[in-house]
């Protein structure tokens, strides 16, 4: 059974550059990898999603290689507002091309 | 636009009980997704639809019914309840399939006792 893995947590300081990285064995090859972003008490939002090698909007970065069995969600310069679980969220073919999540990366920011 | 809007936002319910969760979109948008996520875990796709008329299981379907009768309406049905079924319900949409984005109302905080 595949699975999807995330970091339980990670900490960081103001400005550094975090990543945060998914891995995923058995997704779908026609399907995009996408991040989502959760504050408490709120619904996740998107921050970002690719099919393969790099893409950057304006709040962060992805990079998925070749295989696709893992992708990492960069973001530059983090501040105290990026405090939030960040999760992966993935087709996994092995649960009949299911939309997974993955169990989320909660990310504190330190000043 | 609304985006995505879900009631009631709080709500207790005695063993065994019933209740619909409400979700509605504006964004006609296809496809629809219900999520539950546990206390301190991650999201978990209860089912989805594709279209109206059209539904399926995710990955944690037992205890739970849907329907979609129209683009924007897909209310989630609990018909016995029971403790396990305390969690935060989400509500998402998204355009198109395979992981397109997805956007998602604020939730319902539903406790079973």
């Known amino acids: 059974l595949a699975k999807t893995t995330q970091p339980i947590s990670m900490d960081s300081y103001e400005g550094q550059e975090v990543n945060i990285t998914c891995s995923h064995n058995?997704?779908?090859?026609?399907?995009?990898i996408t991040w989502y972003q959760q504050f408490p008490s709120q619904g996740p939002r998107f921050i970002i999603q690719?099919?393969?090698t790099k893409v950057t909007n304006e709040v962060a970065s992805l990079f998925i290689p070749a295989d696709r069995k893992s992708s990492t969600l960069s973001l530059p310069r983090v501040s105290l507002s990026d405090t939030a679980v960040y999760y992966c969220?993935?087709?996994?073919?092995?649960?009949?091309?299911?939309?997974?999540f993955g169990q989320g990366t909660e990310l504190s920011v330190k000043p | 636009n609304a985006g995505v809007t879900q009631t009631p936002k709080f709500r207790i319910l005695k063993i065994g009980q019933s209740m619909t969760l409400q979700c509605t979109q504006d964004?006609?948008?296809?496809?629809m997704y219900w999520y539950r996520q546990d206390p301190g875990m991650g999201l978990k796709l209860i089912y989805y639809?594709?279209?109206?008329?059209?539904?399926d299981k995710g990955e944690v379907p037992n205890g739970y019914n849907v329907s979609r009768s129209t683009t924007e309406d897909f209310p989630l049905r609990l018909e016995l309840a029971a403790p396990s079924q305390t969690s935060v319900y989400f509500c998402?949409?998204?355009?198109?399939?395979?992981?397109?984005?997805?956007?998602f109302g604020p939730g319902t905080r539903l406790t079973v006792l």
């Open positions: 998402a949409s998204s355009y198109g399939a395979g992981g397109d984005t997805q956007y």
């Open positions: 058995n997704i779908a090859t026609n399907d995009y």
């Open positions: 690719g099919y393969k």
């Open positions: 969220l993935v087709v996994d073919l092995s649960q009949g091309g299911k939309l997974i």
């Open positions: 964004m006609n948008h296809n496809y």
């Open positions: 639809s594709v279209g109206a008329g059209i539904t």
